[in-house]
C-alpha cells in the first residue's frame, strides 16, 4: 500500500510540508566542502586526478587495454580487450558459423580456456537441464507483484531463488559454481517472463509464458520466449549472441563487477551477491546508458529534417552540447569511456552486426544516422569542452539500436545487459572466493566535528 493512499487532503498536505523541512534538513547538514577532497587527497570515484582507476585488486578474468607503453609513456591506442587472454576479436571470429558463443564464453571465463567439443557438450547439457524455472517459482514470484521496471522484478527473483535452495549459505568454490551456472541459465527466463507479466497485468496485454527449448543457444530461447509468433532468423539470433559476448565481461573495476567483488568480500551468498550487483549495473550511469542512447536518438530524428545533412545533425548536436536540446545535461551519450581513447572494440564489433542486421531489416537509413552521429559527435565534444583527450564512441552506442532491430522492448535493454555480464560477475566471485579471503573496506576520513549531547528540552 502507499504511503497515501489512506490520507486525506488535509493530511497529505500537511504530510508533504513536513517531507520538505525534512529534505531540507537533510540537504543543509550532509554538504561536504568540495576543497576538502582535495586537501586530503581523496580518490574521489576510486579514481585519481587524470581519472585511472585507483589499483585495488587482481584478476585474470579479463584484461581492458586503452594504451601502448613507449619509453614508459602511455600511447593512445585502438582498444582491446581479453577475456582469460584471448583477444575478443579472435573470440568473436573464430565463433563463425557456431551458435552457442555466448555459451562457450560462458565456460571460458569460468574455467579458463576455450572448450573442447565434448567438454561443450557436457556444459550445453547441465545448462539445458538448468533452464527450468518451474511453474510454482513463475506462479507464486514472478506474476505476484509486476514490475515496470524489470531490473527490480529480477532482483527480487533472485533474492526468492535463495528459499528454493536447499544448501543456499554454503561459499565453497563447487557450490557457489553450481549457484552461478543456474543463475545463467535461468536469468534469461527470469527476464523475459517478468517483462510479459508486467505487460499482462500492468497493460494489460495477453499472457505469455513461453518454455524455453533445449538444444537452442540462450540468445535462440530469448527471442523464442519472448516473441509472440516465436520465430526468429539465423542473423537476428547471431547477433543477440554477439551482442551477450561483448557485454559478458569488462574487467574487475567496473562498478557491478566491483560490487560483486566488495560484497562478495563480507562473506554473503549468492544471490545476494547477484542482487547487489543487479542493483549497480540498474544505475543510468552503468547498465541504463543504451536507452539513454536509444531516446536521444528518438530526439535527433524528431528534430532534424535531413538525416544526410551533415551541417543539420551537426548543428542539432551542438544544441545537445549547450544544453538547448534533449535532456539538457549537454550529454551526447554513448560517447566516451573510462579507459578506452582511439576506440572501444566492443563497439566496433557491435557496429559491423549493426549495419548487417540494418540490411536485413531494410533500415540502412537508421543507421548511417548512427554512423554519422559518431563520426561527427566525437570532434564537437573534443572541442566544446577544449580537450586533447581522444573521445570515442563505446558499445552502449550501438546496443540499443541492435536490440530496438531485433523487436527488443526498452523495458529489457540494461536486464539484458544484466543476463550478459552474469557469467562475469560469477567468474569474479569466484575468483574472490578463492584467493583473497579479506574483508574489502577502504578508508572514509571523518570532516565533521565532534559536538556534545544536548538534552532535547533545550535544544
Not at 21 to 44: G, Q, S, T, W
Not at 259 to 287: E, N
Not at 340 to 352: A, F, Q
Amino acid at each position: 500500500m502507499a504511503d497515501n493512499e489512506m490520507m486525506n487532503v488535509q493530511d497529505m498536505e500537511s504530510f508533504e510540508a513536513d517531507m520538505e523541512k525534512l529534505e531540507a534538513e537533510l540537504m543543509k547538514n550532509h554538504r561536504i566542502d568540495p576543497n576538502l577532497y582535495l586537501e586530503y587527497d581523496v580518490k574521489r570515484g576510486l579514481r585519481d586526478s587524470a581519472g585511472k582507476g585507483v589499483l585495488t585488486g587482481l584478476t585474470e578474468i579479463s584484461d581492458v587495454c586503452a594504451y601502448d607503453l613507449v619509453n614508459g609513456r602511455r600511447i593512445p591506442a585502438d582498444g582491446s580487450l581479453y577475456y582469460q587472454g584471448i583477444e575478443i576479436n579472435d573470440i568473436v571470429n573464430g565463433l563463425k558459423g557456431r551458435k552457442y558463443g555466448f555459451e562457450e564464453t560462458i565456460y571460458l571465463l569460468l574455467f579458463g580456456r576455450m572448450p573442447s567439443q565434448s567438454e561443450l557438450d557436457m556444459f550445453l547439457n547441465v545448462m539445458f537441464e538448468l533452464q527450468d524455472l518451474g511453474g510454482r517459482f513463475v506462479r507464486d514470484v514472478i506474476m505476484k507483484a509486476s514490475s515496470e521496471n524489470i531490473m527490480n522484478a529480477m532482483q527480487r527473483c533472485i533474492l526468492s531463488l535463495y528459499t528454493y535452495d536447499p544448501n543456499p549459505d554454503d561459499i565453497s568454490a563447487g557450490n557457489v559454481l553450481r549457484q552461478s551456472m543456474n543463475l545463467i541459465a535461468k536469468l534469461p527466463l527470469i527476464a523475459v517472463y517478468s517483462y510479459h507479466s508486467y505487460r499482462h497485468f500492468r497493460k494489460d496485454d495477453t499472457l505469455l509464458i513461453r518454455n524455453p527449448q533445449k538444444g537452442l543457444s540462450l540468445a535462440e530461447n530469448m527471442l523464442l520466449m519472448l516473441r509472440p509468433d516465436s520465430k526468429y532468423t539465423e542473423l537476428e539470433a547471431k547477433v543477440l549472441d554477439i551482442a551477450l559476448i561483448l557485454h559478458a565481461e569488462h574487467g574487475g573495476g567496473n562498478n557491478s563487477t566491483f560490487t560483486t567483488h566488495v560484497v562478495t568480500s563480507s562473506g554473503t551468498d549468492t544471490y545476494s551477491s547477484v542482487a547487489a550487483s543487479i542493483g549497480s549495473l540498474k544505475g543510468p550511469r552503468h547498465g541504463g546508458a543504451n536507452l539513454k542512447v536509444q531516446n536521444m536518438f528518438d530526439d535527433i530524428k524528431a528534430h532534424i529534417s535531413d538525416w544526410k545533412n551533415e551541417d543539420e545533425v551537426a548543428a542539432y548536436l551542438q544544441k545537445i552540447l549547450n544544453k538547448e536540446a534533449f535532456d539538457h545535461t549537454g550529454l551526447i551519450y554513448g560517447l566516451g569511456h573510462a579507459v578506452y581513447t582511439l576506440s572501444d572494440p566492443r563497439e566496433v564489433i557491435l557496429k559491423k552486426f549493426a549495419k548487417k542486421l540494418a540490411e536485413e531489416k531494410g533500415m540502412m537509413e537508421e543507421f548511417e544516422l548512427y554512423d554519422l552521429v559518431e563520426r561527427l559527435a566525437g570532434r564537437l565534444v573534443m572541442e566544446h569542452r577544449r580537450l586533447f583527450k581522444n573521445v570515442c564512441a563505446n558499445v552502449d552506442f550501438y546496443s540499443g539500436f541492435v536490440y530496438s532491430m531485433l523487436g527488443i522492448p526498452q523495458e529489457l535493454f540494461t536486464p539484458i545487459f544484466a543476463i550478459a555480464r552474469m557469467p562475469g560477475w560469477s567468474a569474479h566471485r569466484l575468483e574472490e572466493l578463492i584467493n583473497a579471503n579479506k574483508i574489502i573496506r577502504p578508508a572514509y576520513k571523518y570532516v565533521g566535528h565532534h559536538t556534545e549531547f544536548i538534552p532535547i528540552e533545550e535544544r
